[in-house]
């Protein structure tokens, strides 16, 4: 059964950076995609990427912040996130794209002003 376990997260000032990890079990996707949510919002898309890493796309948010990178022979996904804001506090989890498995515990990233 596919499984996703997302760390990394963290508190950091505005203009920190932060790197998120996604393992993931069970079977790849071709594509993989970070998402994230506030409270009383529903989750979102972040970023997401292909098998082969070389196509990838970014909300408008985050464009030229996040890169989004992935290591297929761990079945890992990473979401590095640069020039922090208090509007990146969220939530963070992965999901294959669009999401279709199970979803984990998530990481918390707060940004402080």
């Known amino acids: 059964q596919v499984q996703h376990v997302e760390s990394g997260g963290g508190l950091v000032q505005t203009g920190g950076s932060l790197r998120l990890t996604c393992a993931r079990s069970?079977?790849?996707?071709?594509?993989m995609g970070w998402f994230r949510q506030t409270p009383g919002n529903e989750r979102s898309l972040v970023a997401n990427i292909n098998y082969m890493g070389d196509v990838t796309h970014y909300t408008s948010a985050v464009k030229g912040r996040f890169t989004i990178s992935r290591d297929n022979a761990k079945n890992y996904v990473y979401l590095q996130m640069n020039s922090l804001k208090p509007d990146d506090t969220a939530v963070y989890y992965c999901n294959s794209f669009p999401p279709e498995d199970p979803w984990g515990q998530g990481t918390q990233v707060t940004v402080s002003s």
């Open positions: 069970g079977v790849a996707t071709y594509f």
